[in-house]
C-alpha cells in the first residue's frame, strides 16, 4: 500500500485565490511526522512545512498551513492568497518512528497560479 | 549557512558505463540521503546515511550503491548504466535522523543515459 497518496496530479488557481492541495497518509505508528516540499521547474525541493503526529494544533508558516485531520489521516495543504511564485509540483512526506524515521513522498501535486 | 551542494550537476552517460555523484551536505549535518526522480516513477528512495553508516536502503539493485565519508561528504555510485537510470538524483540533508528533523535538499544532479 502507498503510504503517501496525492490524488491530485494537476490544480489551477486563481492568483490572490487560496488552494488546498490533497494529502493522505498510511501508517499504524504512532509516531510520525508529515512534510509538504515545493518544487519548482528548476529542480530542487524545497521545505515548506512540518507537522508531527502529536501536535495539538495545525502549522502554520506565513502563508502555508497545513490542515491536518488525524483521523481521517489526511494533511492538506493550504496556501493562501496565491501567488504566480507558487507554480511548481508540491510534494507530501512523512516519516515514522517505525521505519527509521526514513522519508516516504507522494506523487506530488502539480499546482498552476492564474494571473 | 551554504545549503546542500550536488556535483556534478549534469551529466551524460552511455549504457555501460558507471558514475559516481558528490554531495556536500549542509554544515553540521550528519545525516544524507539519496533519492531518484522520474516522470514515470517519481520520487524513489535509495539509501541513507548517518555518521559513516547506511541506515536506510531502498528498492534498487545493488548497482547502485553509496557511502559517507568522515566529513559527512556523501558519494553515490552507479555502475552498468542501463538507459533507465536516466533520472533527476537529489540529495538531501538533516542535523540528524529524528522524526521532527527537516531535510534539506540539493539542486540535484540530471543523468542522461544514451
Known amino acids: 500500500a502507498q503510504k503517501i497518496t496525492q490524488t491530485q496530479p494537476g490544480m489551477f488557481v486563481q492568483e490572490k485565490e487560496a488552494v488546498t492541495l490533497d494529502c493522505t497518509y498510511d501508517?499504524?505508528?504512532?509516531?510520525?511526522?508529515l512534510f509538504w516540499y515545493k518544487q519548482p521547474s528548476s529542480g530542487e525541493m524545497i521545505f515548506l512545512i512540518y507537522q508531527g503526529s502529536y501536535d495539538q494544533q495545525n502549522a502554520t508558516e506565513g502563508r502555508y498551513s497545513l490542515n491536518f485531520q488525524k483521523a481521517r489521516k489526511s494533511a492538506n495543504l493550504v496556501i493562501s492568497a496565491s501567488q504566480l511564485g507558487d507554480s511548481a509540483m508540491y510534494f507530501c512526506?512523512?516519516?515514522?518512528?517505525?521505519?527509521?524515521?526514513?522519508?516516504?513522498f507522494g506523487t506530488g501535486t502539480s499546482l498552476t497560479v492564474i494571473p | 549557512k551554504a545549503g546542500v551542494t550536488q556535483t556534478p550537476r549534469y551529466l551524460i552517460k552511455t549504457r555501460g558505463q558507471q558514475v559516481t555523484l558528490s554531495c556536500s551536505p549542509i554544515s553540521g549535518h550528519r545525516s544524507v540521503s539519496w533519492y531518484q526522480q522520474t516522470p514515470g516513477q517519481g520520487l524513489q528512495f535509495l539509501f541513507e546515511?548517518?555518521?559513516?553508516?547506511?541506515?536506510n536502503k531502498g528498492n534498487f539493485p545493488g548497482r547502485f550503491s553509496g557511502r559517507q565519508f568522515s566529513n559527512s561528504r556523501s558519494e553515490m555510485n552507479v555502475s552498468t548504466l542501463e538507459l533507465g537510470d536516466s533520472a533527476l538524483y537529489l540529495c538531501?540533508?538533516?542535523?540528524?535522523?529524528?522524526?521532527?528533523?527537516?531535510?534539506?535538499f540539493g539542486p540535484g544532479t540530471r543523468l542522461l543515459v544514451l
Open positions: 501508517t499504524s505508528d504512532p509516531s510520525y511526522g
Open positions: 546515511y548517518f555518521s559513516e553508516t547506511q541506515r
Open positions: 538531501a540533508s538533516s542535523p540528524g535522523t529524528g522524526l521532527r528533523e527537516t531535510q534539506y
Open positions: 512526506a512523512m516519516r515514522e518512528e517505525g521505519t527509521g524515521n526514513q522519508f516516504y
